[in-house]
């Protein structure tokens, strides 16, 4: 596998300061499920970071917006946060990419990157190739467990949690299953009775080779069915630099 450093740019924006790799992931599958591409991409994101070039900084906006609720004739008035660079109106995030090549990956964002952005964020790929840098330390990015605890031996490199938070699809009938990786059976569980996990990051220096956490274990994956385990592969269990850790 091919280490990528890529450069995506937000125009109109964006929200905050990072990128995470499950947001690129979710926009790219949903692109795959609304266009029945049932191709297997194996390709793997981190976060992606602003970009503050030669000093110059981003400008923060708030901009009070409403919202509405038809059902019960409701409003409520609340900030909105957008971050735009002062050198247009866009903004430029920075991450690594794994694959086996360039070419597959440019594919797979020309097709479904507009499909990441949301609040009239539309993203666009500015620049990628090959990172020949070699790193001193490799994490594994955003690796989704129940608590901290099931981590085990790994508990004590950790460098970065986030709470992910998973709310239910506006389409009836449309259930958004939530999964997380069970280090004690070594494969990928759905969720019971809670809509939260922790994605973790940690120091990892068993493996000097990029790409998934999860082809450590054979078969980690087969339970679940094909997109979920295009968007588990693509934005969780990286195995990629420490950077901005």
Known sequence: ???????????????????????????????????????????????????KR???KV?????LRIRLDRVVNYSM???????????????DFQGYVISSDLRSVEDLLKKYLVLVGNNYTV???????????????LCVHNLPVKDVESLGEYRGYLRRITV???????????DRKVY??????????EVQNDRNVLLCTFRYNESNEFGSFYNKFPGSLDSIEHYTKEYVKAGTGVIAPCDGY
């Open 59 to 63: 400008k923060h906006y708030d901009r």
């Open 1 to 51: 596998m091919k280490l990528l450093k890529a450069v995506l740019r937000a125009y109109n924006g964006y929200r905050a300061d990072v990128l995470p790799s499950t947001t690129i992931a979710g926009g790219l599958v949903y692109g795959m499920v609304i266009n029945k591409d049932t191709r297997s991409y194996d390709i793997m994101f981190t976060n992606f970071y602003i970009v």
């Open 54 to 56: 030669n000093g110059n």
């Open 123 to 137: 993203f666009e790929m500015v620049e990628i190739s090959e990172y020949t840098a070699r790193s001193n330390e």
């Open 164 to 174: 992910q938070r998973f709310n239910n699809t506006n389409f009836l009938g449309l």
């Open 77 to 91: 008035p609340y900030l909105y946060h957008k971050l735009i660079s002062k050198d247009g109106p866009y903004v």
């Open 180 to 189: 997380y990786f069970d280090m004690q059976d070594k494969k990928v569980k």
